[in-house]
């Protein structure tokens, strides 16, 4: 009967001991899996926030993206208004040029004696002008201005006249002259833009 007991006492030491082992083992087991799911749902956590950081950053950067792009269409109109308002004053203050006016003198003829022989020029000016004051002055001004430009022609001979060189010279001097009775006249304010030769006769 001691023996039996004996026994007895041993397996359940040994049942016990292995009861025990059971339990450790159970407990290591749900120690590592309560770490693995903390550990798991930290990073999912963590990810979702940086997740919704980045997502509400990025439309924070699309809102101010947008707002820029609003903010420059805007500058870009204010802009365009300005020089279309800019364009419209330089188009007020360019205002076109009056019409040209051409005051026609009377033929002018003027003697000349080549080799003995009797040449004559005749020459018909036009005055060109945007100035009506100073058109008037030409017509009502025609002998002072043919007296003045007679002696000027009688200054060149009647070869050089027969020369396109000669013309152009005797156009410029014209037109110095001309020019210089009407400053005189009228003021300085008041121009003429061509003397103008529309029958120029050298027989």
């Not at 020019?179 to 304010?189: D, R």
Request: hydrophobic content about 35%; overall charge negative.
């Amino acid at each position: 009967m001691a023996k039996e007991k004996e026994n007895d006492q041993e397996q359940e030491a040994k049942a016990g001991g292995g009861n025990k082992k059971a339990i450790l083992i159970i407990a290591l087991v749900a120690v590592v899996c309560l770490l693995l799911g903390g550990g798991g749902g930290y990073l999912l956590f963590s990810g979702g926030e940086k997740e919704s950081k980045s997502t509400a950053g990025g439309k924070k950067s699309d809102k101010a993206s947008k707002s820029e792009k609003s903010a420059k269409k805007e500058e870009g109109e204010e802009e365009a208004a300005t020089d279309a308002e800019e364009g419209e004053e330089g188009t007020e203050e360019a205002s076109p040029k009056p019409p040209a006016q051409y005051s026609n003198m009377k033929p002018l003829t003027v003697n000349y004696t080549v080799n003995g022989k009797p040449r004559y020029l005749q020459v018909s000016i036009s005055v060109m002008s945007r100035d009506p004051a100073v058109n008037s002055f030409v017509e009502a001004n025609q002998p002072l201005l043919q007296n003045n430009l007679l002696l000027i022609m009688g200054n060149y001979s009647f070869d050089q006249l027969g020369t396109l060189e000669g013309k152009e010279k005797l156009r410029a001097a014209c037109f110095d002259e001309v020019q210089k009775v009407i400053h005189k006249e009228l003021g300085e304010e008041h121009n003429i833009e061509q003397v103008l030769f529309f029958n120029f006769i050298l027989q």
